[in-house]
């Protein structure tokens, strides 16, 4: 990230230890704000935040819209730039938030991708046979099983974990530090068990992290996302395989077989059950391919 002044740096520090302080906000979260608003830093050059107005920050959405910054980008800068102009306001004097009354024009919208059942079985199948495919294989069946945010996944403690194997169930904390509960399946219990067997193999004297890298340190979400795409590739999966993939397969998976809607919101940790509600459409672009490739009379003969 590049700022034009020094005042500026001292601003966005302020506003970051707020963040992580005082509301709670995880350590990656505080970094997607930094990166946002480095970017206003950017397209203002020599212009002082106070003196930015409505119509400047209209031009920068346009200039990164054209730049061929999607809709739910924009709409999240610009939502991190008017959080950082009401600190400005409260701590910093600024009697001005140029950012409220903008919207981010908006792009259509995109269902998100899942796996197919065989194909997650498939992805999550690993031949664990080295201590590193062993804990691969109990970060894509948790993921799978339960549905997990990376950051989320990534978080994990040792030590509360071992108690939750136990209870057949993973406590997270979830965006806006919420604590949520989900069950663990049988296969993501045989998975953990597997990798906690030879953790040690891993990690370093006194690590709390429950999955480690090669450092022997907590793994980072680069290294986790790197190592699905590997293992994406060697299962034949044609898809772009990512952590979120596997979490959208997760609901959409529950969501036929349950078709409980509110239970699968509760596991994914939405707040707005219309967050959850994407997976309705996916599911019913799932049961259209059934019922075209099934129906005697889906489609027209010619």
């Known amino acids: 990230m590049t700022s034009t002044s020094t005042p500026n740096q001292a601003y966005l520090k302020g506003y970051l230890a707020w963040l992580r302080n005082e509301k709670q906000?995880?350590?990656?979260?505080?970094?997607?704000?930094?990166?946002?608003?480095?970017?206003?830093?950017?397209?203002?050059?020599?212009?002082?935040?106070?003196?930015l107005k409505i119509h400047h920050i209209r031009r920068y959405i346009a200039q990164l819209h054209g730049k061929g910054l999607g809709g739910r980008s924009l709409a999240r800068?610009?939502?991190?730039?008017?959080?950082?102009?009401?600190?400005?306001?409260?701590?910093?004097?600024?009697?001005?938030?140029?950012?409220?009354?903008?919207r981010a024009p908006k792009s259509p919208k995109n269902l998100p991708q899942a796996l197919s059942p065989d194909e997650a079985v498939r992805m999550v199948d690993l031949k664990?046979?080295?201590?590193?495919?062993?804990?691969?294989?109990?970060?894509?069946?948790?993921?799978?099983?339960?549905?997990?945010?990376?950051a989320e996944l990534v978080g994990l403690e040792l030590e509360s974990m071992r108690a939750d194997i136990n209870a057949g169930e993973v406590r997270v904390t979830g965006k806006g530090s919420?604590?949520?509960?989900?069950?663990?399946?049988?296969?993501?219990?045989?998975?953990?068990?597997?990798?906690?067997?030879?953790?040690?193999?891993?990690?370093?004297?006194?690590e709390a992290a429950l999955f480690v890298g090669q450092r022997g340190q907590r793994i980072s979400p680069r290294v986790v996302q790197l190592r699905m795409k590997q293992w994406g590739i060697k299962q034949g999966i044609t898809s772009n395989v990512h952590p979120h993939l596997l979490r959208h397969s997760f609901a959409t998976h529950v969501l036929q077989s349950s078709g409980d809607l509110r239970a699968v919101q509760e596991m994914l940790g939405h707040a707005s059950i219309s967050t959850t509600q994407v997976y309705t459409h996916l599911d019913f672009q799932y049961l259209s391919k059934i019922y075209d490739a099934a129906h005697p009379r889906a489609k027209k003969k010619i």
């Open 77 to 102: 800068m610009l939502s991190a730039w008017r959080g950082f102009y009401t600190y400005l306001m409260r701590d910093h004097g600024l009697t001005d938030n140029p950012c409220v009354g903008l």
């Open 128 to 150: 664990a046979d080295t201590p590193e495919a062993i804990r691969d294989k109990a970060i894509f069946e948790l993921f799978y099983s339960s549905g997990l945010r990376l």
């Open 178 to 206: 919420k604590t949520r509960v989900v069950p663990l399946g049988a296969f993501a219990i045989a998975a953990l068990q597997a990798w906690l067997a030879v953790r040690d193999q891993f990690a370093k004297a006194g």
């Open 25 to 51: 906000y995880s350590a990656l979260t505080a970094e997607n704000y930094a990166r946002d608003i480095g970017r206003l830093f950017e397209l203002a050059a020599a212009t002082p935040l106070a003196s």
